[in-house]
């Protein structure tokens, strides 16, 4: 990897008339000014249609993509919608924070339109991208089509005949909701079509994306229902154990995930096919993939299911170099990034270092006045990638009034800086001291390079409520801040290299 950097955004924060961001003009934009700032990487977050508590890491489908994220900027330009119609499908939305309350009622009425105008059934392309999407379409939009019709139920609530997909269930499902069953699969193409110009617009500017899967699946889910085989599940269909992580010194009763878990013995069977083509639809969305608690590769956690906490799980053996080993005779060298953060065992590490990918240090964690941390910079090497802080971390900014005492003592030492110094010039110290380390890679949220406060934070772990919803002001990410970020950026050796087709302008310059 070549030395680099780039910038943390989800693509539900950006600015967007829309109420959530989306791939509109917004996106483009942001695409320049990454380039402005010569960062070579965009890192979002997971693009999965979100279920309960909007997280991207509950997605009722690991290949599939988020219709919210769908601009209705081209779908009015299609002529399937008004422009009206797009107003009062974004009236009462909020330009700081995402409001899925009002998108949920408002948004799928709008993209019902569009659907019932486009005549996308004779469309040669959308059958085509059908056909090619056959091994996980047709499920995912019956899936989503019986949950519209038994008012978002669980699929484990339906009754047993389709729960268990029988076959005459099947048919008789998809023929009574054909309508609902097209119109995911409309939803999807337009997904894949919009994010595809988009993404080909950011790599003919130098900028790659680097996308972020979670390791489990959702349990309310067309991949659980449509493949419980792969799954550890009774004989009623129902989880034997779910994912979590267990007790430790920041919640004494653990985090209960509930994920179901994977039957690793049944995915060796088939040859990691499920995962060979999740990996796969992650490499047409993606330049770079970090995928999420890579640990459990190597023992994962599994907690009864029904128990109320995390308490009483115990540790299990996952795949190992197996899964990687499968993935790269089929697929070659992936460029992967591994979230190796938290407790780590030899196993751990001795994985890592088997797979040859990068795992994450972020300097938020490195400041301890016990003992000597991992995530402080000496400690680097150059096959990693470095944050200030991820989404799941506080915003630099308030990070440095939330820090006990003795432990920000040590950050302003090793920063050679003072107790007086404003917390906007320990943010700038801190991403200075991320850019200026050995690790290849270097990526930056936006939040920070903004100086704002934890009313800017993404999401706080364990936490349900107001996670998920910040956006970024509208012209926030400016020429100013870009040309800072692209000196600083030169300073230290991460300049993305210059490609021949920036110098000839975008088409979404102010």
């Known amino acids: 990897m070549r030395r680099s950097s780039g910038v943390l955004l989800p693509v539900a924060s950006l600015p967007s008339e829309y109420g959530i961001g989306c791939f509109d003009k917004s996106a483009y934009e942001f695409v320049e000014q990454l380039a402005k700032a010569g960062q070579s990487y965009w890192q979002i977050l997971p693009m999965g249609p979100t279920g309960y508590g909007d997280s991207p890491y509950q997605s009722f489908s690991t290949f599939a993509g988020n219709p919210y994220f769908i601009a209705p900027s081209e779908l009015l330009r299609k002529g399937y919608v008004t422009r009206e119609e797009c107003r009062e499908a974004a009236d009462g939305t909020d330009e700081k924070y995402v409001r899925y309350d009002i998108l949920y009622r408002k948004r799928f009425s709008l993209l019902r339109r569009a659907f019932a105008r486009s005549g996308i059934e004779t469309d040669a392309e959308y059958n085509t991208f059908v056909q090619e999407n056959a091994d996980w379409l047709p499920d995912y939009a019956l899936f989503m089509a019986i949950k519209d019709s038994k008012g978002g139920q669980s699929y484990l609530e339906w009754e047993e005949a389709i729960r268990r997909r029988e076959a005459a269930a099947m048919v008789s499902y998809r023929n009574k909701l054909i309508d609902d069953v097209n119109f995911y699969q409309f939803l999807q193409y ?213 820090i006990k005492r003795e432990d920000r003592d040590v950050a302003l030492r090793y920063l050679n800086r003072g107790r007086f110094t404003s917390r906007k010039k320990r943010t700038w110290d801190l991403i200075c001291l991320a850019m200026g380390s050995v690790s290849d890679l270097c990526i930056i949220p936006a939040q920070d390079y903004l100086c704002l406060p934890d009313t800017a934070r993404i999401n706080t772990p364990s936490t349900l409520g107001f996670n998920w919803q910040w956006r970024m002001r509208d012209g926030a990410f400016d020429d100013i801040l870009c040309e800072k970020i692209r000196r600083m950026t030169k300073l230290y050796g991460r300049e993305a290299a210059k490609e021949p087709e920036e110098e000839s302008g975008g088409e979404t310059q102010e």
């Open 190 to 402: 337009e997904f894949s079509c919009q994010w595809k110009e988009l993404k080909d617009f950011a790599n003919e500017r130098g900028v790659r994306i680097i996308g972020d899967i979670p390791i489990y699946v959702a349990l309310d889910s067309a991949d659980t229902w449509a493949h419980p085989e792969l799954f550890q599940f009774d004989g009623e269909g129902r989880p034997v154990g779910v994912a979590g992580c267990p007790p430790d010194a920041f919640s004494a009763t653990g985090q209960l995930w509930g994920n179901p878990l994977y039957d690793w013995e049944a995915h060796k069977k088939t040859g990691y096919q499920w995962w060979l083509a999740r990996i796969r639809k992650c490499f047409q969305w993606y330049d770079m993939v970090r995928i999420d608690h890579f640990r459990g590769f190597d023992e994962y956690y599994a907690i009864p299911y029904g128990d109320a906490t995390a308490e009483f799980g115990k540790w299990e053996p996952g795949p190992g170099m197996e899964l990687f080993e499968a993935l790269r005779g089929e697929l070659g060298e992936l460029p992967i990034i591994a979230e190796d953060l938290g407790f780590l065992t030899d196993s751990v590490r001795r994985l890592l270092s088997d797979s040859g990918f990068p795992g994450m240090k972020v300097l938020q964690f490195a400041f301890d006045s016990r003992e000597d941390s991992d995530y402080l910079p000496y400690h680097y090497e150059r096959n990693s990638v470095v944050y200030t802080g991820t989404h799941d971390n506080a915003t630099t900014y308030s990070w440095w009034k939330e």
